[in-house]
Nanobody
Framework: QVQLVESGGGLVQAGGSLRLSCAAS????????MGWYRQAPGKQRELVAS???????NYADSVKGRFTISRDSAKNTVYLQMNSLKPEDTAVYYC??????????????WGQGTQVTVSS
């Protein structure tokens, strides 16, 4: 059984910073891509940033230049450094791990979500 455990959310003033972490645990052979999604009230879940096993990154236009995704493959952990936060960044942030290879096969997993609230 694979679990993704997120941490680092909270309340911050506009212009501030937060760092999210997500650690995958279980009998994992390898993970292809890891990423962060977010969902604000009344809106669809959207991709914030992703990083491949080779280190290639992809960002939503709304966070480019402010957020940085990184990964420690040895620890099966992904990070999201969020700077210059805006009230519109307020959402529940979900960790995603795709192409997770275990002895039972390959699947995608989600974390439970962590709340990020940015006050104006």
């Amino acid at each position: 059984q694979v679990q993704l455990v997120e941490s680092g959310g909270g309340l911050v003033q506009a212009g501030g910073s937060l760092r999210l972490s997500c650690a995958a645990s279980g009998s994992i052979f390898s993970i292809n891509a890891m990423g962060w999604y977010r969902q604000a009230p009344g809106k669809q879940r959207e991709l914030v940033a992703s990083i491949s096993s080779g280190g290639g990154t992809n960002y939503a236009d709304s966070v480019k230049g402010r957020f940085t995704i990184s990964r420690d493959s040895a620890k099966n952990t992904v990070y999201l450094q969020m700077n210059s936060l805006k009230p519109e960044d307020t959402a529940v942030y979900y960790c995603n791990a795709g192409g997770v290879h275990t002895r039972t096969g390959i699947a995608t997993y989600w974390g439970q979500g962590t709340q990020v609230t940015v006050s104006s």
